[in-house]
C-alpha cells in the first residue's frame, strides 16, 4: 500500500511537472505535437526548425517562460512574437494575432497573443514553436518542457 499512497501522492502533487522550473507550454491544456523539430542536415538547409501544436483558432498563446517580447510583427505575412530570456534564449511563436508588443514584461503562462489561420499545418490550425540559443542556433523547445525522465535513452 506504501507503494500506491507514494505514486498517487507523486501524480496529485505534480499535475504539470515542469523539470527546468519556469517553463510552461504555449498552449493550454497541453497540445498535441503535429510535427516535431527537425535538426537542418547542413546548416543552410531547412529542417524544421521548431515544433507544430495543434491548436484551434482564436486560443490563447501564452508566453512558455519569464522573458520581455523582442519581436511583435509581421513576417511573410505570418504574424510572430518572439520572447527574450534568460541564458540567451529566446522562444518564437507564429502565426500570432493580438500580439502583445515589443518590450512587454511576460511570466510563464501569460496571454500574448491569439492563434491565427495561416500556418503551415493545412487546413488545421497549429502553433509554430521555436527556441534559438545564443545568435542563430534553434534548438527543439520540447527541451524546455518535457519531462526528461521520459526521454532517458539506454546508455551504448
Ligand atoms: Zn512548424
Do not use: N
Not at 519556469?22 to 515544433?51: I, Y
Not at 509581421?74 to 534568460?86: S, T
Amino acid at each position: 500500500m506504501a507503494f500506491f499512497s507514494a505514486a498517487l501522492a507523486s501524480l496529485g502533487g505534480f499535475p504539470e511537472p515542469a523539470p527546468t522550473g519556469d517553463f510552461v507550454w504555449p498552449l493550454d491544456p497541453r497540445p498535441t505535437v503535429v510535427r516535431p523539430f527537425e535538426a537542418p542536415p547542413e546548416p543552410w538547409a531547412a529542417g524544421h526548425r521548431g515544433v507544430d501544436l495543434a491548436g484551434a483558432e482564436g486560443q490563447a498563446v501564452r508566453a512558455a517562460g519569464p522573458g520581455t517580447v523582442s519581436f511583435s510583427g509581421v513576417i511573410a505575412g505570418r504574424g510572430v512574437i518572439a520572447i527574450q530570456h534568460a541564458g540567451g534564449r529566446r522562444t518564437t511563436y507564429e502565426p500570432v494575432e493580438d500580439r502583445d508588443p515589443k518590450g512587454t514584461i511576460e511570466s510563464p503562462g501569460d496571454r500574448i497573443g491569439s492563434l491565427s489561420a495561416g500556418g503551415h499545418c493545412g487546413a488545421t490550425p497549429c502553433l509554430h514553436w521555436g527556441l534559438l540559443v545564443g545568435t542563430d542556433a534553434y534548438r527543439d523547445p520540447l527541451t524546455l518542457v518535457e519531462d526528461r525522465r521520459v526521454r532517458l535513452l539506454p546508455l551504448g
